[in-house]
């Protein structure tokens, strides 16, 4: 049956890739979202990240160019060891490496150019067509409910980030994670990426227009239900930013929930005949969510299924805990 009826539920980084995705194949695509996630206006998209992540953030790049999605290139350092095969890898995507002292950190790091850049997921996100519409799903029938009445597809994909757990049963939790927005002594961290492995932070710029402002935070992963409220000491990670960065004076701290596997890898799989799950992008979604993505309409549309982020990976595990995110080195 051509054109096929999908319906997404949640239009965040995967729901909106799905879309894109599903259109560009020629079919309908309806989605819902509930509007309850707060959207920041970019995230890092990086290629330093390992084995065949790597190759799913290729595809989400090509994906953000043929879409339209505004990106900003900037140059990364990286403090701290890195293996020789991870720089091999990353040069084999088109990453130039050089290892340098870099004077304004006092510190020997890996500078690396084409491997970073600020995507514009708000601009992707909001460029979307939605029904704004909280859905729930039966969790026997998998029968969907918008504003209480019934929605059918020929096919249905749950895509509601960290709300996935409490939406249909699958091997994930959801954890909070936040950022401090922070005013610096230093203009350098305007228009630098910097990822810290030995004081244990990273910091972005706000927009990569240069200046003073730029975004710090740890990626620690607190476990707990979305919408919960949580209050967070930022003092231990702003003490060991001005370790590394000197003087700051934090203006605004925002966080989100975000959605972890057993093995905090993204997942995708089949929930019943013609309901689809994928999610668990933790925090490294504006990286690989359009290509996890692009994994699942192939598995949907082809019957492709790519083993290595296949949610049938956990047997249905839903007892574990938490680790940390894999786009860390
Ligand atoms: C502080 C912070 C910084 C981050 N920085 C980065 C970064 O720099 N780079 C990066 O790659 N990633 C980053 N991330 C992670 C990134 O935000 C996530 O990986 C990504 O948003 C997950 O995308 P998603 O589409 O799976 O889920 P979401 O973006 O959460 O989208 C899910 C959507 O589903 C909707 N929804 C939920 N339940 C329902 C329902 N029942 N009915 C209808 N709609 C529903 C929600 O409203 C939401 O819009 C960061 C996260 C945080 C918290």
Known sequence: MFPLKFIIVGGGILGSSLYHLLKEAGHEVKVFDSGKRRVFP???????LKGRDVELAKESLDFYRRVGVPMRELPSITLGHVPQDLITLWEGVGVKVEEKHVEWLRARG??????DRLVSIAHLIHSTPHVKAEVSVDPETFTLRANGREVKGDVIVIAAGAWNPQTVPVSSKSYYCWATLALFGTSEVGSHIIYDYEK????????????NLAIVGDGDVI??????RIC??????????????????????????????????????????????????????AE????????LVDFILKGEENKEYSLSRFNGLRDFRLGREPHEI
């Open 223 to 228: 476990e707990s239900p979305p919408g919960r």
């Open 288 to 295: 690989v969510g359009p290509g996890i993505a692009k994994l």
């Open 200 to 211: 244990g932070f990273y910091s972005r710029p706000l927009l990569g227009f240069g200046g």
């Open 42 to 48: 970019t995230l890092i998209h990086s290629l330093l």
């Open 232 to 285: 967070v000491n930022s003092a231990d990670v702003l003490s060991r930013v001005r370790e590394r960065l000197g003087r700051l004076a934090p203006l605004y701290t925002a966080g989100e929930f975000c959605e972890g596997t057993p093995d905090m890898r993204p997942a995708f799989g089949k929930l019943k005949e013609n309901v689809y799950y994928v999610g668990g992008l933790n925090g490294y979604g």
């Open 110 to 115: 890996l500078y690396a150019k084409g491997g």
